[in-house]
Nanobody, 126 residues
Framework: QVQLVESGGGLVQAGGSLRLSCAASGRTFITHPMAWFRQAPGKEREFVARFRWSGTSTLYSYADSVKGRFTISRDNAKNTVYLQMNSLKPDDTAVYYC?????????????????WGQGTQVTVSS
């Protein structure tokens, strides 16, 4: 059974940093897309960042709202994905979810991902 477990959320002041972790168990996702999404109260779940394997290289993509501030990365040996978040803003406040796609072409839509973690709360104070 696949499990994704996020950690690293918390309360931080605007301009600060946090690093989220997503530990995967049950299978490896080296060649499959993995992504971070977030959901703020009263809003739909939105794409944050993802990577996927093209066959020859890893491709990364980011939402415009986080580009240049957030970095997605992974440690294959630990089967763990990270989201480094810098220059945090109050608008970044949300529950952050890790997701993994069974399909190698999963994109930016939440419905394209098959496995989800339970989420970790990130709160950025002004």
């Amino acid at each position: 059974q696949v499990q994704l477990v996020e950690s690293g959320g918390g309360l931080v002041q605007a301009g600060g940093s946090l690093r989220l972790s997503c530990a995967a168990s049950g299978r490896t996702f080296i060649t499959h897309p993995m992504a971070w999404f977030r959901q703020a109260p009263g809003k739909e779940r939105e794409f944050v960042a993802r990577f996927r394997w093209s066959g020859t290289s890893t491709l990364y993509s980011y939402a415009d709202s986080v580009k240049g501030r957030f970095t997605i990365s992974r440690d294959n040996a630990k089967n763990t994905v990270y989201l480094q978040m810098n220059s945090l803003k109050p608008d970044d406040t949300a529950v952050y979810y890790c997701a993994a796609g069974a399909s190698v072409v999963a994109g930016r839509g939440p419905s394209e991902y098959d496995y989800w973690g339970q989420g970790t709360q990130v709160t950025v104070s002004s």
